[in-house]
T-cell receptor
Framework: GAGVSQTPSNKVTEKGKYVELRCDPI?????LYWYRQSLGQGPEFLIY????????DSGLPNDRFFAVRPEGSVSTLKIQRTERGDSAVYLC?????????????FGPGTRLTVL | SQQGEEDPQALSIQEGENATMNCSYK?????LQWYRQNSGRGLVHLIL?????REKHSGRLRVTLDTSKKSSSLLITASRAADTASYFC???????????????FGGGTRVLVKP
């Protein structure tokens, strides 16, 4: 079946602009995660949704970052007043909650470049 | 912050040789997962090992887990050029048998398999 998809695959923007990154999880997966990966490092957690609600947003770096999942499926990560330090690959993952397993399936990511 | 640390950071081997990489973590875990990433984009799930398991196999992959030492190893046998990628370990870090927990990744091991 279809995996996690993310759009756009690449986004170039100017400092101070607003951007939206979209994630389509695997159909039926109730959990959705956003991570950010800087060059040469492992992914770092940003926010986790269970259904429509943000169950854990402790990884969001500041109030310029916000994410929504209004219908419990597609999610949008929104970044206001972008800064050069926001440049990274933004990864989305989804999982089907089942017992104590937490296997997450990742999308291809959106590479954000802030000039 | 990243919980796990992979060792080595980079590994270069000849095709046909085995590749071994290690991961250490700091807090109690529910499970530990290994992922592969090509060209800095989406992560591919390789294997999940639960905290009460000590060893797991999947094809040419062998994973061990030592919770007393808070460490894991990933062995790729009979490596191929297509195994060239970055490999990351990830833990859920909660120690609570509840699904939906965020993953904490290490910095990764970059593996180069030369033909």
């Amino acid at each position: 079946g279809a995996g996690v998809s993310q759009t756009p695959s690449n986004k170039v923007t100017e400092k101070g602009k607003y951007v939206e990154l979209r994630c389509d999880p695997i159909s039926g997966h109730t959990a959705l995660y956003w991570y950010r990966q800087s060059l040469g490092q492992g992914p770092e957690f940003l926010i986790y949704f269970q259904g429509t609600g943000a169950a854990d947003d402790s990884g969001l770096p500041n109030d310029r970052f916000f994410a929504v999942r209004p219908e419990g499926s597609v999610s949008t990560l929104k970044i206001q007043r972008t800064e050069r330090g926001d440049s990274a690959v933004y990864l989305c993952a989804s999982s089907a909650i089942s017992g104590s397993y937490n296997e997450q399936f990742f999308g291809p990511g959106t590479r954000l470049t802030v000039l | 912050s990243q919980q796990g640390e992979e060792d080595p950071q980079a590994l270069s081997i000849q095709e046909g040789e085995n590749a071994t990489m290690n991961c250490s973590y700091k807090t109690s875990i529910n499970n530990l997962q290994w992922y592969r990433q090509n060209s800095g984009r989406g992560l591919v799930h390789l294997i999940l090992i639960r905290s009460n398991e000590r060893e797991k196999h999947s094809g040419r992959l062998r994973v061990t887990l030592d919770t007393s030492k808070k460490s894991s190893s990933l062995l790729i046998t009979a490596s191929r050029a297509a195994d060239t990628a970055s490999y990351f370990c990830a833990t859920d870090g909660s120690g609570i048998k509840a699904a939906g927990n965020k993953l904490t990744f290490g910095g990764g091991t970059r593996v180069l398999v030369k033909p």
